[in-house]
T-cell receptor
Framework: SQTIHQWPATLVQPVGSPLSLECTVEGTSNPNLYWYRQAAGRGLQLLFYSVGIGQISSEVPQNLSASRPQDRQFILSSKKLLLSDSGFYLC???????????????FGPGTRLTVL | GQNIDQPTEMTATEGAIVQINCTYQTSGFNGLFWYQQHAGEAPTFLSYNVLDGLEEKGRFSSFLSRSKGYSYLLLKELQMKDSASYLCAVPRNFNKFYFGSGTKLNVKP
């Protein structure tokens, strides 16, 4: 079965500090991978998605970046955090298989980031 | 882009039926997803509609009208554990998922 891991679970960082959040998927190959951010009481905002190693599409231009160094690894980074970067960061994966009628996204447990 | 609207919050009584609506405007349609999200947790998949009509899965059903840009999630025999946020999502090209802000459902005894 497939599992998705994110770490750390919670993080408190000062403004201006760097950030690195990691997401790994097990039990599937060549998944589509996604990074979302959810501000308190709000919906999910798509930040980045990747359809393969080294392929990153950015949805929201900002001080965040993403990388996919391996097939099942997705990393979210920042050089200098802003107060507005606080939120719940969710990684998700999706596999496009021809024998399914639909292909939902599966979410990791998330990282709660507080920038002070 | 996509424009997705849901009510912010709803309250219902245990054992009752509740309908959560979602309206959307999209350029190109690839189906509509409903997710459940308990406070502090990740969303979990509930249902998917791509054709008009009602899809039933146990106590949960989801309806779609593509011509009206409208969907609803119907929850029957409400239980306290159904207290959560319910997110409507519309994918574009199966890579970009656009989520509504979610409807927070409060189930009271």
């Amino acid at each position: 079965s497939q599992t998705i891991h994110q770490w750390p679970a919670t993080l408190v960082q000062p403004v201006g500090s760097p950030l690195s959040l990691e997401c790994t998927v097990e039990g599937t190959s060549n998944p589509n991978l996604y990074w979302y951010r959810q501000a308190a009481g709000r919906g999910l905002q798509l930040l980045f998605y990747s359809v393969g190693i080294g392929q990153i599409s950015s949805e929201v231009p900002q001080n965040l970046s993403a990388s996919r160094p391996q097939d099942r690894q997705f990393i979210l980074s920042s050089k200098k955090l802003l107060l507005s970067d606080s939120g719940f960061y969710l990684c998700a994966w999706r596999t496009l298989t021809g024998d399914r009628d639909y292909n939902e996204q599966f979410f990791g447990p998330g990282t709660r980031l507080t920038v002070l | 882009g996509q424009n997705i609207d849901q009510p912010t919050e709803m309250t219902a009584t245990e054992g009752a039926i509740v309908q959560i609506n979602c309206t959307y405007q999209t350029s190109g349609f690839n189906g509509l997803f409903w997710y459940q999200q308990h406070a502090g947790e990740a969303p979990t998949f509930l249902s998917y509609n791509v054709l008009d009509g009602l899809e039933e899965k146990g106590r949960f059903s989801s309806f779609l009208s593509r011509s009206k840009g409208y969907s609803y999630l119907l929850l029957k025999e409400l239980q306290m554990k159904d207290s959560a946020s319910y997110l409507c999502a519309v994918p574009r090209n199966f890579n970009k998922f656009y989520f509504g802000s979610g409807t927070k459902l409060n189930v009271k005894p």
